[in-house]
C-alpha cells in the first residue's frame, strides 16, 4: 500500500544552508546517468544513485526536473548508470556541465557502447548499468526514478570516485582497505602474537 504524501504546514525549518552544510557530510559514490540514443543523448553526473532492491534488481536516482536528462528519460523510459572509476574525474566534470558542454559533447573524449534499451554506456565504468524506468515519482524540484536493472557489465577495478565536502576524491580498495586495516587491527593480532 502506498502511503498518501502529507501536506505538512510546516514552513521550512531549517535553511538551506544548514540542510546543504549537513549533507556535504554524506560520502556519494560518483556516477554518470546517460539518457536518450542516437544523436538526441545527454547525461549527468550524480551522486543521488542507491539502491532499492535486490530481487528485482533495481535502483533509484533522484534528479532534477530541469536537468536535460529528464524529458529524454522519461520520454524513452530508458537510462543508463555508470559508476566512475578514480580516473575518470574529467567525465564527472564534463558530464556536470563543465566548460558549457551540452548533451551529444559531453561524449567526447571517452569511449562508449550502446546498452540493449539504447542508452549510452561508458567503456571502462567500474559498472555500466542498463535500467527501464519503472516509476517516476515527480516532488518538489525532483523526480525520483526508479530503475528496474535490466543487464549489467561489471569491470574488475576497484578504485572508486566519490564527492565529499564539495570536492572529488579517489576511494581506493588496495590502498584504503589497507589502511583501514592498519587502524582497526590491533598490532599484536596482525602480528600472530
Ligand atoms: C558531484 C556531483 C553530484 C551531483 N549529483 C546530482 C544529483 O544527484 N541529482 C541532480 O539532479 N543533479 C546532480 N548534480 C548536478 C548535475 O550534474 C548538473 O546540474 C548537470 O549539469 C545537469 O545536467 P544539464 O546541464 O544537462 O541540465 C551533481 C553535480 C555534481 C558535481
Excluded at 528485482?56 to 548508470?81: H, M, Q
Excluded at 550502446?114 to 565504468?125: E, K, M, N, Y
Aim: charged share 20%; with cysteine.
Amino acid at each position: 500500500m502506498n502511503v498518501v504524501p502529507r501536506d505538512l504546514m510546516t514552513e521550512n525549518a531549517v535553511s538551506s544552508a544548514a540542510f546543504r552544510g549537513a549533507m556535504r557530510h554524506l560520502t556519494g559514490g560518483v556516477s554518470v546517468i546517460t539518457a536518450g540514443r542516437g544523436k538526441e543523448i545527454t547525461g549527468m553526473t550524480v551522486t543521488s544513485v542507491t539502491s532499492l532492491s535486490v530481487d528485482p534488481p533495481t535502483l533509484i536516482v533522484s534528479i532534477n526536473r530541469d536537468a536535460s536528462s529528464f524529458p529524454l528519460i522519461r520520454r524513452y523510459g530508458a537510462f543508463g548508470v555508470n559508476i566512475l572509476a578514480a580516473d575518470q574525474l574529467d567525465v564527472a566534470e564534463r558530464f556536470a556541465g563543465k566548460g558549457g558542454l551540452k548533451g551529444a559533447d559531453r561524449f567526447a573524449g571517452a569511449s562508449w557502447v550502446t546498452a540493449v534499451s539504447g542508452v549510452p554506456l561508458l567503456v571502462g565504468a567500474l559498472s555500466a548499468v542498463d535500467c527501464e524506468v519503472e516509476e517516476i515519482v515527480e516532488r518538489h524540484s525532483h523526480g525520483l526514478i526508479i530503475g528496474r536493472v535490466r543487464d549489467v557489465k561489471n569491470s574488475t577495478r576497484n578504485a572508486a570516485l566519490a564527492y565529499w565536502h564539495g570536492q572529488y576524491v579517489a576511494v581506493d580498495q588496495d590502498e584504503d582497505a589497507a589502511r583501514l586495516a592498519d587502524v582497526s587491527v590491533p598490532t599484536h593480532v596482525r602480528r600472530g602474537i
